[in-house]
């Protein structure tokens, strides 16, 4: 299998230029309002323009309440579609297909952009980490709710002129929180026991793809384990993605800081988890794999896995024409974000440049 054969998705049978994906990444470059700024979708077109068949966007949150960054765009709402069409047409202008990934932070938001005095979240369990509020419960009219709005937020997304969307399952927020242990204590239909909180996940999930229809890409992304105790492991993952098997998906995205590496619940495990999601789904829904993938080879191992798509972060902001370089054979890959004008010299928006060369340790940065 070829990072750069063509793959048609299952359910709404589009097909995608190749296995490569834009993975999402927050960019703190939007307005105030929830507007996307032209550096962001100056972002979003170079790496459409350099190669990848698919481009899945920064998060954007689907209802305020559940902003979770200084400067994230939104999708809440009638007031974003300008915003969001010049996102979709941009990515789309390449010949790349356009995933707007929806979310909400839950207990993870920023509290600098909170419009209430705490967050929301499955339970009143805050965080194991520095910088975040405690949340509330939210009520079972809050729940129905945030279902709702991210089956509006996805009927925007279309008419916009996206192909598709992602819900942002992973990475500790909301949904997750309503999955995990640690952050769902309820005792009421909406979590307790694993079954329970199954529930929000899943009915999200099938909400979602009724609102949209069958011919509109529809993805989910998961983290598999989390490091909290208690905290998901990957056996109720592999619950869970049987449940979400049955939801009509696209793909299933897996949420890695390392594709290579073991469990982070258990050190001594060194073997990779993806291909235990894979045998679970036994192809019944493509896996789409991320995590600290910079290499050809590294890109090349989820496919050898058993994976159909490979989905590229930190790489793709230092080298936006990875894919039409590596698919020519060339091996002038750049190896860093330029010390100065990366801005301009990788089309990434200036408060993203100036986030990333604060954060040297998150991606490789080059000597001045």
């Known amino acids: 299998m070829s990072l750069f054969e063509p793959y048609t998705l ?66 809440d709402n009638d007031d974003k579609l300008d915003s969001l069409r010049q996102a979709a047409s941009a990515i789309k202008a390449e010949g790349a297909i356009a995933i707007l990934q929806i979310h909400d932070g839950g207990r993870m938001a920023d509290p600098k952009v ?16 520095q910088g975040y509020l405690e949340p509330r419960a939210m009520s079972a009219a809050e729940v129905e709710k945030s279902i709702a709005d991210f089956a509006a937020a996805a009927k925007r997304a279309a008419v916009a002129g996206f192909d598709g969307v992602e819900i942002h399952g992973a990475n500790t927020y909301l949904i997750q929180q309503f999955f995990s242990p640690h952050s769902n204590r309820r005792d009421d239909e909406w979590g307790g026991d694993l079954e329970r909180r199954l529930r929000y996940p899943v009915t999200l999930a099938k909400a ?3 609102a949209v229809g069958d011919t509109f890409i529809v993805g ?40 290579a590496a073991g469990s982070i619940r258990n050190p001594e495990s060194t073997q990779r988890l993806s291909p235990l999601v894979i045998e679970r789904l ?39 024409d990875w894919p039409n370089k590596v698919k020519a054979g060339r091996s002038d890959l750049r190896q860093a974000l330029p010390a100065k004008d990366g801005d301009v010299i990788c089309s990434l928006p200036k408060p993203l440049y100036e986030v990333l060369v604060q954060r040297a340790g998150w991606v490789k940065v080059a000597a001045e």
């Open 282 to 320: 036994a192809g019944r829904v493509p896996l789409m794999a991320v995590g600290g993938i910079e290499t050809v080879e590294q890109a090349e191992l989820p496919l050898s896995d058993g994976a159909e798509l490979v989905a590229l972060g930190r790489v793709a902001l230092w080298e936006p």
């Open 114 to 129: 909170l419009i209430e005095p705490t967050p929301r979240s499955a339970s009143a369990v805050a965080a194991e980490r």
């Open 208 to 210: 979602v793809r009724e």
């Open 220 to 259: 989910y992304r998961f983290s598999p384990e989390e490091i909290e105790n208690p905290g998901i492991t990957l056996k109720d993952t592999l619950v869970l993605v049987d449940r979400l098997a049955d939801c009509r998906l696209d793909y299933l995205h897996i949420s890695l800081g390392n594709y």
């Open 10 to 75: 299952p359910v709404s049978g589009v097909t995608l230029p190749n296995r490569l994906v834009l993975a999402p990444m927050t960019t703190y470059s939007g307005t105030p309002e929830g507007q996307i700024s032209p550096g962001e979708v100056a972002l979003l077109q170079r790496r459409a323009a350099g190669g990848f068949g698919t481009v899945i966007t920064a998060a954007c949150y689907v209802d305020r309440a559940g902003q979770a960054f200084i400067n994230q765009w939104g999708c």
